[in-house]
Each structure stands twice: as structure tokens, then as C-alpha cells.
């Protein structure tokens, strides 16, 4: 008999929680189909179900006959009806919408809706209870406490009355979180406060000093995306000293922590001046060379650091590795804003080799078989897809890829997700998948396809250039746009570097002839040749340029714990903000020379 999704986690020992996702797992096909028909009988009076005429069925093959594939424009209107309207008729669910969720919008330009019930929350639980168990096999933590970088998100009230904010806020503000905790990680270094502190930068220096005054306790380190991770340790080398201030005088920053219900909790764990502690942190930080191993340097109990590295994350990864260390890195589960989707079952290996294990009963899973056309699909763009029809989880080929299609128990009913992700093996009969990209477009100009994989290939390949030459310098962060302003049109990419590059104007010539050639699409190569396509522009940023860009984003509504920076700044109205902000803090630009 299949077991029920979102069980609560009891007090399950991590071999009990192990031994169920073993049971799951084992007859994946068997599970899927409980769940589908889960999902089906609990919503068969959902009006958008009634409307296809499922007449009650929950077979899988009558559910893929009767129920279209989705995307999220499909589901919009309804969802509309429920966020802005307050109907709270079972338009899409018979199960009651507790909040809306909403995505980043740093990807698309544009925020989407979702619903949010009590059963997307256990789905959540019960994955992060998985991760953990496995992690915890791995790595032991007795005990002990985890750094999180980890914030709550703004909160509004949608035209129907309903609270909406991003997924993890939904989670971290669930009636059931606190107790649901202590099984799927360490207890947080900082207080409540802190991680509902209204205050970015307040919030990340008090997750810092917490962090300082409790680093004997710290067992783990961890933040949503390897973004925040490394923007939190580029922040600590800035006000490192300040912090050592705070613990000196036993009192937090007066002009860094302002909201007085974090300045209470906050000095509630300085206790009293602690001078002896300042030092040895102080002596520390003046011991690195270049903040390199910065994290066991001032957390030498720490066990690991996780967070998610996949997709855009992986740019990230070798900063992450310079403050991490000779700890572990540690790849956190594959989930969306739409719903969790698999756990991370072998977390000793490497980011680069990651791979995430799909758990059957917390959503009915498909997946459109991929191909291309004569292309590496690497760095496949959507446009040079073929399509198949769906296939079960169980029925994926290792080593091929698919996009995702979710079924849930929110009210998403064959939803396409966008994710492109290749089958890299089974974990008894579930697939475990690689995360490769968003199937959305990121760069074409004339008939030139190229992908946000296709980008990170080409920056990566430069990068390298830049490294080798003399001043050592590396590449901060990224973004692109296609510019059509004038004709031809050409790609445009802004690079924000390490340090000023004086006096590496040649270097720089070369990187960005390099990334030119690395863009091996045959659509964008040929229209280069026929100069369809203007050559590459290269342009050098000042230093923090990427910091305005986030904090452009944060003025907007984008929650930081679910910031990701877009690849490619696409025509929008929030890109209009973001283009002039890139344009202004442009200090040097180079042109391709590589088809001349």
C-alpha cells in the first residue's frame, strides 16, 4: 500500500525517515499512481477538473486524455479568481487556499501567483525531513546549532483578502513549522526577529553576529541559493570589524541594527561585552589570505555548507569553495516556487555532480522527452527542442533529457514547470535528475538560439582568459541583453570583476573575443559570418554594480531569499530600472574581433 503524502514527521529517527524514502521508492510507479488518484479524488469537484470531463476517474491514462498540458498562463485566470476576486468556491482545489505564493520575478520580469495549502506545506517538510536524514548519515550533527542566511519575505494582502509572499515565507509562517524543525535541520543561530527583520542588510549583519557569539555551537552553514551565501561573506570582509565592535561592547551596531524588537533579541544573546572573543575573531580574520577558508577559520565545528548550486546558482560555486574551504559543499533539494520535487540522497558528492531523487508521493510527475536538432544538448535553447509525448517517472531513459510536468496538491494539473533536467541514473526505481536549465530563451537576435546554460558556457570559457593573465582578476557576476537598438543587432555582456582592471585592456580584448567563439550555436555563428549579428560588446562594471541591481530588485517586491539574478535582462518594465543602472556604472566597453 502506498504511503500517504506529507505524513507528519513524528519523532522519526533519520534511519526510520531513510528506510520510508527506501519503501517509496522501491515501487515508484505503484505510489505515483495512489497519488494522482489522491490528488484526483480529493479535487474531483474542482471546477477546472469538472470542466474536462473527468466523470471521477482518477486512472492515469484518463487523466492524460482529458487533462491538457498546462503552463502558467493556462492557469492564471483561475487563479486570479481565487487571489484578486476571493472566490472560494473549489475553482481549482477542494482542499481550502491558505495563502499565494509568489515567484521571484527576477527570471521572467514578472511575479506569478500560485496557491499555497497545508498540503504543499507537508510536501516541503517531508522533503527537507529527507535531505536531512541523508545529510545527517553523511555528515553527523549531534547536535548543535546551523548559521542560516535565511530571510522572510514581505507580506501583502491580494484584492481577495488572501496573504501572499514568497513559498519559504509561506513555510517559515506555517502553524506547523517550528515543530516540524527539529527534523529537518539544526536550529537557527538567530533569533526570529531577525529572520522576519523588515531590513535586508540589518537582517544579514545580525545573521553574521549571531552567528560570531554562538560559533562554538555552529554546526552547519546554509542559506537558500549559494547567491546569498556568497553575498553574506563578501558583506562579512566589508564589516567584519564593526562586528567585533558589537561583541567588544556587548551591545549590537545603533546604526546597523535599528528595529528595536531585533536590537532586544539580538542583545539578548550578546549578553555582556565580551572582549576575549573580539579578539580571537580579530585574530582570525588578519590570519586569512584573501578570505580564503573564512568559514571553518571562525566556524572550526562546522561540518558542511549547503545550499542550492544548480542552474544560475553554479556561477557561484568557486567563490563558495574560496570562503568554504576544505568543508563540504553540499547541494540543497530541487523544489520551485509550484512545489518541491526531489531530495538530494547522496550529499557527499560534489555540486558540478549533483543529482536529486524524485519522491513519489508528493506530487504526480511527467516528462516531455527532449531532443535536438543537431545541436550538443548542452546548450539546448528552447527553440531547438523537439518534443514527444509525456512519459511517467518511471517510464524516463537514463541519460535523456525532459522538461518537467507537475501534478499537485495545490491546484496545478499537468503544469509544465520549464525546467530542463537529464535522467543521470535510478535510486531504486526513481529517476535522479541533473538540473540543466529554464527552457526559456534567453538570447536571439536574428535566427540565433542560445540558452542561459549556452551564456554560463561562454563566461566560464572567458573566464578562464581573464584568470590567466596578469592581474588574476575574477568574474563577480554576469548578465546579458540582446541589443536591437540599432542594426545589427549584437549581444551585450556586463561583467562586474574582482578589482579594478587597470591595465588589462588587452586581456580583456581577449576575453571578450573569446566569449564570441564560445557561443557555438550554428544560428548565431553563421549570422555572425554574414554579419546578421554585430560583434559581442563586452562591458566592464564598477565594483557593486550588481548590489544596485539587487537592491533595484528589492524595491520592486523581489524577495532576496529567492533573488537570482537574470542572465539576460529582457525587455520589461523592471528591466528598464535594471538596463540603466548596468549602463550607468559601465567603465570600459570592448567589441569582438573574432569574425573579423
Given at each position: 500500500?502506498a ?68 503552463t ?43 496557491l ?39 507580506q ?94 556587548g ?71 574560496h ?13 520551485a ?45 528552447d ?47 526513481t ?10 530563451l ?91 549579428i ?19 530588485y ?11 539574478l ?7 518594465s ?21 569574425y573579423?
Open positions: 500500500m504511503e500517504k503524502q506529507g505524513d507528519e514527521c513524528g519523532s522519526f529517527s533519520a534511519e526510520e525517515v531513510i528506510a520510508k524514502f527506501e519503501r517509496l521508492t522501491r515501487d515508484a510507479a505503484a505510489v505515483q499512481r495512489e497519488t494522482l488518484r489522491r490528488i484526483l479524488a480529493d479535487n474531483a469537484g474542482a471546477e477546472y477538473l469538472r470542466g474536462l470531463g473527468l466523470g471521477g476517474r482518477t486512472d492515469p491514462d484518463s487523466f492524460r486524455a482529458c487533462v491538457p498540458l498546462a502558467h498562463a493556462d492557469m492564471e485566470p483561475y487563479i486570479a479568481r481565487i487571489a484578486d476576486e476571493g472566490d472560494t468556491s473549489h475553482v481549482l482545489t477542494a482542499t481550502p487556499v491558505t495563502s499565494i505564493s509568489l515567484s521571484s520575478g527576477t527570471t521572467q520580469g514578472k511575479r506569478k501567483y500560485l499555497f495549502n497545508d498540503d504543499l506545506f507537508k510536501c516541503a517538510m517531508q522533503t527537507g525531513q529527507t535531505s536531512f536524514a541523508f545529510r545527517n548519515r553523511a555528515f553527523p550533527v549531534e547536535d548543535g546549532k546551523s548559521l542560516q542566511f535565511i530571510y522572510a519575505s514581505r501583502f494582502k491580494t484584492k481577495g483578502g488572501l496573504t501572499a509572499t514568497t513559498a519559504t515565507t509561506n513555510v517559515y509562517r506555517h502553524r506547523d513549522f517550528k515543530a516540524h524543525m527539529r527534523h529537518t535541520q539544526s536550529e537557527c543561530c538567530s533569533p526570529s526577529e531577525v529572520l522576519f527583520c523588515p531590513d535586508f542588510a540589518e537582517s544579514l549583519y545580525c545573521h553574521l553576529l549571531c552567528g560570531l557569539v554562538l560559533a562554538d555551537d555552529v554546526r552547519t552553514v546554509s542559506a537558500t541559493f549559494a547567491h546569498s551565501l556568497v553575498l553574506a561573506f563578501r558583506t562579512f570582509e566589508r564589516v567584519w570589524e564593526e562586528l567585533c565592535a558589537d561583541i567588544r561592547h551591545v549590537p551596531s545603533p546604526t546597523r541594527v535599528t528595529s528595536p524588537a531585533v536590537r532586544r533579541a539580538v542583545s539578548a544573546l550578546l549578553v555582556a561585552p565580551n572582549p576575549a572573543l573580539a579578539d580571537e575573531v580579530a585574530r582570525r580574520c588578519r590570519g586569512l589570505v584573501n578570505w580564503r577558508g573564512v568559514i571553518p577559520a571562525l566556524w572550526p565545528r562546522a561540518r558542511y555548507v549547503s545550499s542550492i548550486v544548480t542552474g544560475s546558482m553554479e556561477h557561484y560555486v568557486k567563490k563558495l569553495r570562503y568554504a574551504g576544505a568543508l563540504p559543499l553540499v547541494a540543497l533539494d530541487y523544489g516556487t509550484e512545489g518541491m520535487i526531489a531530495a538530494n540522497v547522496e550529499p557527499r558528492e560534489p555540486p558540478e555532480s549533483a543529482t536529486f531523487a524524485v519522491l513519489p508521493n508528493i506530487a504526480y510527475f511527467e516528462f516531455i522527452p527532449l531532443s535536438l536538432r543537431g545541436c550538443d544538448v548542452a546548450g539546448a535553447a527553440a531547438r527542442y523537439t518534443e514527444a509525448d509525456p512519459v511517467g517517472l518511471t517510464d524516463v531513459a537514463v541519460g535523456e533529457h525532459y522538461e518537467v510536468v507537475m501534478t499537485t496538491f495545490a491546484g496545478l494539473y499537468r503544469y509544465r514547470l520549464g525546467d530542463v533536467v537529464k535522467v543521470a541514473g535510478l535510486y531504486n526505481s529517476p535522479k535528475l541533473k538540473v540543466v536549465c529554464r527552457r526559456n534567453v538570447l536571439s537576435i536574428n535566427i540565433d538560439k542560445n540558452s542561459e546554460h549556452d551564456l554560463q558556457l561562454a563566461v566560464d570559457s572567458a573566464a578562464k582568459v581573464l584568470a590567466a593573465g596578469a592581474g588574476r582578476l575574477e568574474v563577480v557576476d554576469y548578465t546579458s541583453h540582446a541589443d536591437v537598438s540599432r542594426d545589427p543587432g549584437h549581444y551585450v555582456v556586463f561583467w562586474e570583476l574582482s578589482a579594478e582592471p587597470d591595465g588589462d585592456g588587452h586581456v580583456l580584448q581577449s576575453c571578450c573575443d573569446e566569449l564570441d567563439r564560445a557561443f557555438t550555436d550554428p544560428g548565431y555563428v553563421g549570422s555572425r559570418k554574414a554579419r546578421a554585430g560583434p559581442l560588446e563586452l562591458r566592464v562594471l564598477r565594483r557593486g554594480t550588481f548590489q544596485k541591481v539587487l537592491r533595484h528589492l524595491s520592486l517586491g523581489s524577495p532576496v531569499n529567492q533573488f537570482k537574470p542572465r539576460c535582462v529582457a525587455p520589461s523592471s528591466a528598464a530600472g535594471v538596463l540603466e543602472i548596468l549602463a550607468a556604472n559601465a567603465v570600459e566597453a570592448f567589441f569582438s574581433t573574432a573579423d
